[in-house]
């Protein structure tokens, strides 16, 4: 199954691009609030919300994760850090046993330690191989994507 947040619309494309080739579901995260559509508003809002320890509350509710053994778990980098609303997704869902595989996308940042982060919230989880895709190889996301699925296995 595929999960992730998208803004701006970049970490979608590698998202419906992930089910198209592995057959997974695709689910978008979306937040009840809606996010400043103005870039540099949003950048001073997204910090505010960071420096509170703020989870914001997503529309999508009781996601049936049940019947996954894997997860491709994707997300833009907001300051370094996982974009809030995944951050929402992880402390809500226990993803114990499972296999998550992080996809990131950023302008020029690449994981900055996320994965870690996601093993701090996720301890029993085994975190795969991340992909990360920059605003400099966002072109290729296609071959990349396909390489990194079959360094998975898929
Ligand atoms: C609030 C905010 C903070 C960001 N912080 C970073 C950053 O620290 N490093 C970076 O390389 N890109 C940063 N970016 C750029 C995004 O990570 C990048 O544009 C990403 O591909 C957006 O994904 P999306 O289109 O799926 O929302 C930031 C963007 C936003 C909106």
């Given at each position: 199954?595929v999960?992730?947040?998208?803004r701006?619309?970049?970490?979608?494309?590698?998202?419906?691009y992930?089910?198209?080739?592995t057959?997974?579901d695709v689910?978008r995260?979306?937040t009840v609030?809606?996010y400043?559509?103005?870039y540099?508003?949003m950048?001073?809002y997204?910090?505010?919300?960071?420096?509170?320890g703020e989870?914001?509350?997503?529309?999508n509710?009781?996601?049936n994760?049940?019947?996954?053994d894997?997860i491709?778990?994707?997300y833009p980098i907001?300051?370094?850090?996982i974009a809030t609303?995944?951050y929402?997704?992880?402390?809500?869902?226990n993803l114990?046993g499972?296999k998550i595989?992080?996809?990131?996308?950023?302008g020029?940042?690449?994981?900055s330690?996320t994965?870690?982060?996601?093993?701090?919230?996720?301890?029993?989880a085994?975190?795969l191989?991340?992909?990360s895709i920059t605003?400099?190889?966002l072109?290729?996301?296609k071959?990349?994507?396909?390489?990194w699925?079959?360094k998975?296995?898929?």
């Amino acid at each position: 199954m595929v999960i992730y947040y998208s803004r701006s619309g970049n970490t979608k494309q590698i998202a419906d691009y992930i089910g198209e080739k592995t057959g997974a579901d695709v689910i978008r995260l979306e937040t009840v609030k809606t996010y400043p559509s103005d870039y540099n508003e949003m950048l001073d809002y997204a910090q505010e919300e960071q420096r509170n320890g703020e989870k914001p509350e997503l529309k999508n509710k009781n996601i049936n994760i049940e019947d996954y053994d894997t997860i491709f778990l994707g997300y833009p980098i907001w300051w370094g850090e996982i974009a809030t609303p995944v951050y929402t997704f992880l402390d809500e869902y226990n993803l114990s046993g499972k296999k998550i595989a992080p996809f990131v996308t950023s302008g020029s940042s690449g994981l900055s330690g996320t994965r870690s982060d996601i093993k701090k919230e996720e301890p029993n989880a085994e975190i795969l191989d991340a992909m990360s895709i920059t605003s400099s190889t966002l072109n290729n996301y296609k071959s990349l994507t396909d390489n990194w699925l079959s360094k998975l296995g898929f």
